[in-house]
């Protein structure tokens, strides 16, 4: 099947920090990513859509600010979380949406914890 | 969204075991997607249901796309200490030109063996 990486897989930061994580669509084209968030023992929530080549779109509540995002190929999209704070600590899932069918595949996550 | 109503939250079972479980929706789905979750990872792709009163198996795992297209079930049958995990029903509901998933709250099964 379809897969997808993240990186990193998990990072540990200072408030304050930016941290970037990649998440790429290993043997398709994504021409659409999105984001999501998971806190402990929840569902997926989604952040934001990403489009390649044009600017993302973000659900309401999410700062378009604090969560940069860049879909510059369509095998790759990156979140930024910039400065970081201790309540931006959770599990981001990324996904990609390939195939003829447009199914969507997500990657492992990637565990922020900031201290 | 469009908020999935994904039922029962929790199952404890044995192995050997067969489990069923549902989504249901308000709006009208045109897909319908079941994923695993492991703790500590991304969720997996199940099983994908693309058209109203589609069955599907996957291995162990049925799942059906309801006619009215506003509910779903998955099946486990003999279940296995593996199958631990959290199981999530998906899809875009049509009012989401862009495709992005609206989520279950999941079902958290436990199988001891």
């Known amino acids: 099947g379809a897969v997808v990486s993240q990186h990193p897989s998990w990072v540990i930061c200072k408030s304050g920090t930016s941290v970037k994580i990649e998440c790429r669509s290993l043997d398709f084209q994504a021409t659409t990513m999105f984001w999501y968030r998971q806190f402990p023992k929840q569902s997926l929530m989604l952040m934001a859509t990403?489009?390649?080549?044009?600017?993302?779109?973000?659900e309401q509540g999410v700062e378009k600010d604090k969560f940069l995002i860049n879909h510059a190929s369509l095998t790759l999209s990156t979140l930024t979380v910039t400065s970081a704070h201790p309540e931006d600590s959770s599990f981001y899932i990324c996904?990609?949406?390939?195939?003829?069918?447009?199914?969507?595949?997500f990657g492992p996550g990637t565990r922020l914890l900031v201290l | 969204g469009q908020q999935l109503n994904q039922s029962p939250q929790s199952m404890f079972i044995q192995e050997g075991e067969d489990v069923s479980m549902n989504c249901t929706s308000s709006s009208i789905f045109n897909t319908w997607l079941w994923y695993k979750q492991d703790p500590g990872e991304g969720p997996v792709l199940l099983i994908a249901?693309?058209?109203?009163?589609e069955l599907t198996s996957n291995g162990r795992l049925t799942a059906q796309f309801g006619i009215t297209r506003k509910d779903s079930f998955l099946n486990i049958s003999a279940s296995i200490p593996s199958d631990v995990g959290i199981y999530f029903c998906?899809?875009?509901?049509?009012?989401?030109?862009?495709?992005?998933?609206?989520f279950g709250k999941g079902t958290s099964l436990l199988v001891t063996p």
């Open positions: 249901l693309y058209k109203a009163g």
């Open positions: 990403s489009n390649e080549g044009s600017k993302a779109t973000y």
């Open positions: 996904s990609a949406r390939g195939g003829t069918l447009g199914t969507q595949y």
């Open positions: 998906a899809g875009p509901p049509l009012s989401n030109s862009g495709y992005a998933l609206n």
